[in-house]
Structure formats: C-alpha cells, structure tokens
C-alpha cells in the first residue's frame, strides 16, 4: 500500500490545482478564459498522468519495494534531512540578503555535503559561477527584480 501513496497525492494535488485554476479571475481583454487555458492543460496533464502512474502502481502492489529499502539505509536519510534543513535556512536568509548571496550559500552547502570537502575548489566555483550566471541572467537580462 505505500506504492500508492505518491500517486494519490498527485491525483488530489491536480485536482485541487484544477480547481484553482477554474477559479481564477478571467481577462478583461480579449478571450475572458484565455488565462486558463494552458494552467488547464498542465493540471489534465498531471492528473492523465497520475491516475496512469496509479494503476500501473496498483498492479505492484504486492511486490516488496527494494527501493524504499536502499532510501532508508547508508547515507541517504542524512542527506535527505540535511537537505531540508538547509532549504529551510535558504528561505529564511533569501530576503534578508538577497537572491545571489543566499544563492551561492545555499548551493555551495549543498555541494559540500553531496561531494564532500576533497572538491572543495570545484564546489566554491559552481556556486559562485551558477549564482551569478542566473542573477545575471533575470536581473540584468531580463530585467526581473531579484530580493
């Protein structure tokens, strides 16, 4: 039965962004549905896709997941863990110093963490290389206004 856990979460998740959807405001321009268009397509989309995930997942059910097996041993609890705490320290620091210096932290953590300190270098320049590409790219390119 944990085999069907993931599945349902996402029927009910398309479902309740379906409903979202069909509840948003319509345009004032033009075709008064023209905003719910594509955030329908994406919420049937997800919701086709899920109820297949879901019976291909029912068929399984008997079967012992290995996977679940190898999620809960060795070093992927740590991570997992890790990982969340950090995402929670990243949230908390985004607006009080801004996109690129929260950015580069948070990443050059997580990189620290997943490749260990022996890629120390390559670490320091991927986080200050990709934080600075993806500022770069929405504030001066794109000209979005980034905390």
């Keep these: 039965m944990f085999r069907l ?4 979460f996402l029927i009910v998740l398309s479902i309740g962004y379906l409903i979202l959807t ?3 405001d319509q345009a004032k321009v ?12 994406i919420g049937f ?14 068929k399984k059910r008997g079967e012992i997941i290995e996977e679940v097996k190898e999620l809960v041993s060795g070093r992927t609890p740590v991570l997992i863990g890790v990982t969340v705490v950090l995402i929670f320290i990243y949230t908390f620091l985004f607006e009080r110093i801004g996109f690129l210096y929260s950015t580069t932290l948070f990443l050059g953590a997580l990189l ?3 490749n260990g300190r022996k890629h120390w270098l390559q670490n320091i320049i991927v986080a200050v290389v990709f934080s600075f590409l993806s500022w770069y790219s929405f504030a001066e390119l794109l000209n979005v206004s980034l905390p």
């Design 5 to 8: 856990i993931m599945p349902v």
């Design 22 to 24: 069909f509840n948003m």
């Design 30 to 41: 033009g075709n008064p549905n023209a905003p719910m268009y594509f955030p329908a397509m």
């Design 45 to 58: 989309f997800l919701l086709i896709i899920s109820i297949i995930y879901l019976v291909q997942e029912w």
């Design 112 to 114: 620290f963490l997943v």
